[in-house]
Each structure stands twice: as structure tokens, then as C-alpha cells.
T-cell receptor, first 113, second 113 residues
Framework: EDQVTQSPEALRLQEGESSSLNCSYTVSGLRGLFWYRQDPGKGPEFLFTLYSAGEEKEKERLKATLTKKESFLHITAPKPEDSATYLCAVQAGTSGSARQLTFGSGTQLTVLP | EAQVTQNPRYLITVTGKKLTVTCSQNMNHEYMSWYRQDPGLGLRQIYYSMNVEVTDKGDVPEGYKVSRKEKRNFPLILESPSPNQTSLYFC????????????FGQGTRLTVV
């Protein structure tokens, strides 16, 4: 059974204080690992897809990295508008549920001004 | 604008009264799915569809039905809702081949009393 564990559950940072969110996973043949951002009362918004160990992707103050067992979402010099819940999800390479995503419970990030 | 539209956004109903939550996407995506989101449990897949007239169970299908008569629409049906179905529901869509990004609707907050 595919499993995704995110830590910490909640994180409070001062504006400009860089940090990292962790996503550890177990999956039968990783097809892709996804990061989403979710604002209160809204649906998840796609950020990144990572496909293989060693891959990195960046978008503004966010950088996602992937190893064989975990992914990190690095936030550099965060701003209050980066406050949100960040979700990690994996997609298995098996053909049965072609696009099923298994989600972690998320990390709720609060950036204080 | 590419989007997934769910209706209603909020719904309060009584136990046993049949209801339908609609979902429509304008991106010609083959794959559509329904998730429920509960505190501490993350997003869990209820049902998915790989194309018209092709549907299958996700991780938590009990008490739900779906249909896919048209490519753009994927309604979620609760024939006899119970209080344990009180949750935040999201519809999502993506291409079956090629790009992996899943687009999510804004969510439907359902309360069953």
C-alpha cells in the first residue's frame, strides 16, 4: 500500500526565515511525486512534479527535490503570502489506477510578518 | 480559462436524503476523480473515471455512486447520506496520457445532520 508522510504538521516562520518541508513515501514503482499548495476554502493548486531521484524544480521562492525515499520543499526567504497548507502526493507506476494520487496530510505553513 | 467547477459549494442536508454534487471540466480531460478531505486524514480518493462510461472505485467508495455519461461531467451521488459523510469534497481532472498535472475544483463542504 502506498504511503505518504509529511512533516512537520505545522510550521511557523518569520518572514525571511528559510526552512524545508519533508515528504517521505513508500510506493510500488514511483511514477511521479507532486507538490500542491492549498489555501483555506480552496482546492489544491499544482506546484511541481518530480519523476526521478536527483531531480529538482524551482518556482519563485520554492524549490522541490527528490530522493528515493523522500522529497523536500525548500522555502527561501518566505513571505506572508506563502502561508498555506502544502500537500505532497505520489502516483504509482502500476497500471491499475492510472492516475490515482495518494496524498499526505499536509504541512500547514504560517509566515509571520 | 481552464477550470473544474463544482456545485454546490456548501450543502447541509439530513440523513437519508439523496443528493448529487456536480463536477464539470472544460479541458477535455479523460481522467476525473472525486476526493474527500478530512482533518488528519488528507485527501482520499472515492471514485475515478478514465473515460466516458468507465468508472472504478478508489480507496473509500462506500456510500457513494458516480456516473460518466459525458466527458466533461462527473457527478457524485450520495443516495442515502449519513453523518460520517460530512466532509470537504473535491473533484479533479487530468489527461490520461502526457501531462500529469491534476486540476482541482473549489470544493464542496457537505454537512449531514
Amino acid at each position: 500500500e502506498d504511503q505518504v508522510t509529511q512533516s512537520p504538521e505545522a510550521l511557523r516562520l518569520q518572514e525571511g526565515e528559510s526552512s524545508s518541508l519533508n515528504c517521505s513515501y513508500t510506493v510500488s514503482g514511483l511514477r511521479g511525486l507532486f507538490w500542491y499548495r492549498q489555501d483555506p476554502g480552496k482546492g489544491p493548486e499544482f506546484l511541481f512534479t518530480l519523476y526521478s531521484a536527483g531531480e529538482e524544480k524551482e518556482k519563485e521562492r520554492l524549490k522541490a527535490t527528490l530522493t528515493k525515499k523522500e522529497s523536500f520543499l525548500h522555502i527561501t526567504a518566505p513571505k506572508p503570502e506563502d502561508s498555506a497548507t502544502y500537500l505532497c502526493a505520489v502516483q504509482a507506476g502500476t497500471s491499475g489506477s492510472a492516475r490515482q494520487l495518494t496524498f499526505g496530510s499536509g504541512t500547514q505553513l504560517t509566515v509571520l510578518p | 480559462e481552464a477550470q473544474v467547477t463544482q456545485n454546490p459549494r456548501y450543502l447541509i442536508t439530513v440523513t437519508g436524503k439523496k443528493l448529487t454534487v456536480t463536477c464539470s471540466q472544460n479541458m477535455n480531460h479523460e481522467y476525473m476523480s472525486w476526493y474527500r478531505q478530512d482533518p488528519g486524514l488528507g485527501l482520499r480518493q472515492i471514485y475515478y473515471s478514465m473515460n466516458v462510461e468507465v468508472t472504478d472505485k478508489g480507496d473509500v467508495p462506500e456510500g457513494y455512486k458516480v456516473s460518466r455519461k459525458e466527458k466533461r461531467n462527473f457527478p457524485l451521488i450520495l443516495e442515502s447520506p449519513s453523518p460520517n459523510q460530512t466532509s470537504l469534497y473535491f473533484c479533479a481532472s487530468s489527461y490520461l496520457q502526457g501531462g500529469d498535472e491534476a486540476f482541482f475544483g473549489q470544493g464542496t463542504r457537505l454537512t449531514v445532520v
